[in-house]
């Protein structure tokens, strides 16, 4: 009986260690998986902005308000002023309007949450994509259809590479695939 015990002791302390080991490499796993997942993240922002009316509704033109993101890296939040360049004279009556206003006044301004993001070793570069005819909502997903912004894609390197290996909306236009495209 002693020496059973001492033998299930020693299956113990050699597969409790193992064990651990299996599950953290597992939640590593996971967590690689993981990274760049955020589909529906949709945060709050400061004042109640919808894309749905805006673009969807309105058919205000992405590039109307995020002007420089066939000129940029990066898509750009509009400024204050663009949003007044039409609600100065419509629907002046809102609250956030009049927040909007009144903060302009005063020379502060919003901090949007920004809801779309790349991880940092990534060199994402919109006027490229832009320039080659690829639809902001190939990534985006139909922002127009949203009041509130949520992430609809996985942003992970398989999404990308899919999409320069074999793009679904022009199959002659392939990109580059050499780590170096995206990774500087």
């Not at 945060?43 to 673009?55: E, M």
């Not at 609600?87 to 809102?94: E, N």
């Not at 990534?139 to 259809?145: D, I, K, Q, R, S």
Request: some cysteine.
């Amino acid at each position: 009986m002693h020496q059973f015990i001492k033998l299930k002791s020693s299956r113990l302390k050699t597969l409790l260690p193992l064990s651990f080991i299996g599950v953290v490499a597992l939640g590593g796993v996971f967590a690689w998986y993981s990274l760049g997942d955020n589909r529906g993240y949709a945060p709050d922002q400061p004042i109640p902005f919808s894309h749905k009316r805006h673009a969807g509704d309105n058919k205000i033109p992405c590039q109307y308000c995020h002007s420089d993101v066939d000129k940029s890296r990066h898509a750009t939040i509009p400024s204050m002023n663009v949003c007044m360049n039409c609600h100065s004279v419509i629907r002046q009556d809102s609250p956030s309007i009049q927040k909007m206003k009144q903060l302009i006044e005063q020379g502060g301004s919003f901090e949007w949450v920004k809801v779309h993001d790349m991880a940092d070793f990534v060199f994402f570069n919109h006027k490229r994509h832009i320039a080659q005819g690829i639809a902001c909502e190939t990534c985006h997903g139909n922002v127009g259809e949203m009041v509130k912004v949520e992430q609809k894609e996985k942003f992970n390197m398989g999404f990308c590479v899919n999409c320069h290996r074999d793009n679904p909306l022009n199959p002659e236009l392939k990109a580059s695939t050499n780590c170096n495209t995206c990774h500087h």
